[in-house]
């Protein structure tokens, strides 16, 4: 079978060997899911007390969202499905990201939000 470039390339990036400190950074942990999950519970407190005002429908559809992502990150980490979990996080926090930079919420910390 003739592989096309873009699979032929693919196909070298996969069997390129990666340095020692990369292959720690891919790597999918319980401390780094509880590292991530701190941060994400930390920043929907603040955002919770930081709705701007006459947003609070929209507010409330994101706090939703969070909520069940943060559940979802829950379930799959007790399953041991660890990249899940870690991937229900990113998508929490990013809720919480989407809601600062459309001015949903009035947050001024740039550690935990992307303003």
Known sequence: MRLTKNMKEREDIANTKMPEKIKK???VCKARIDKYRKITSEA???AEKNIVKGKEKEAAEIWQMVSCYLSDSEHFEKQGHLVNSFACLNYA????D???RLKIFNVKDSKLFTI
């Open 25 to 27: 950074i891919n790597l």
């Open 44 to 46: 929907l407190k603040i």
């Open 98 to 100: 989407a809601g600062a």
């Open 93 to 96: 926090h990013g809720w919480l």
